[in-house]
């Protein structure tokens, strides 16, 4: 079945650091990728997605390039601020037939020192 | 434009009791997907309900239920709760259910089982 998998977290870095969060992925098909963004005590919210090989999505200065030849789903941030301290989830929808749901990774909490 | 509303905020119940959890999708949405978020089994999907139909249901026991209404609104039901539902139950709404459609979360249901 579809599989997400996620770097071990968490992650601390200082404020204006490289962000990077590892996403590979398991899926027959051709799968759409997502990244959402959970704060404490919220639901989840969508950050980017992408619908097909080689397409990058980008949001809020985070960014993500679709790889089909690797299976992965990278999150990248040039900068990050303490704004983004947050629980990052990757996920794909492997849609086949009727069968449409969201496959999750395991989350990765990010920390941001001021 | 309204998100995803989701009531209660929170619910406390005791073992063996019943719980109805209600969620509002974006005006315009017919899908309806309910995941649970428990600690330690991260984000797993529960059911998916489109036009009214169930389409999809994910790894849960039969007293995980629930339906969908003609205004696309939608509930969950547990039944015969145990300690291990204690989770976060989020729901999500897209507007066509397909893989590349995007998912909007609401902020959650916190059910508490004692």
């Known amino acids: 079945g579809d599989s997400v998998t996620q770097m071990e977290g968490p992650v601390t870095l200082s404020e204006e650091a490289f962000l990077t969060i590892n996403c590979t992925y398991t899926a027959t098909g051709y799968p759409s990728l997502f990244w959402y963004v959970q704060y404490p005590g919220e639901g989840l919210q969508l950050l980017l997605k992408a619908t097909k090989a080689d397409d990058k999505g980008s949001n809020k200065g985070f960014e993500a390039t679709y790889r089909k030849e690797t299976t992965s789903f990278h999150l990248e941030k040039g900068s990050v601020q303490v704004s983004d301290s947050a629980v990052y989830f990757c996920?794909?929808?492997?849609?086949?037939?009727?069968?449409?749901?969201?496959?999750f990774g395991k989350g990765i909490t990010l920390s941001v020192r001021p | 434009e309204a998100g995803v509303t989701q009531s209660p905020t929170h619910l406390i119940k005791t073992r063996g009791q019943q719980a109805t959890l209600r969620c509002s999708p974006i005006?315009?949405?017919?899908?309806v997907y309910w995941y649970q978020q428990a600690l330690g089994l991260g984000l797993q999907f529960l059911l998916w309900y489109d036009e009214g139909e169930e389409r999809n249901r994910g790894n849960f026991p039969p007293r995980f239920s629930g339906r969908q209404f003609p205004n696309y609104s939608s509930e969950l039901n547990v039944n015969a709760l145990e300690l291990e539902d204690s989770a976060l139950y989020l729901c999500a709404s897209s507007l066509f259910g397909g893989e590349t459609d995007t998912q909007y979360f609401g902020p959650g249901t916190r059910l508490t089982v004692l």
């Open positions: 996920a794909l929808n492997g849609r086949i037939g009727a069968n449409s749901k969201l496959t």
């Open positions: 005006s315009g949405h017919t899908s």
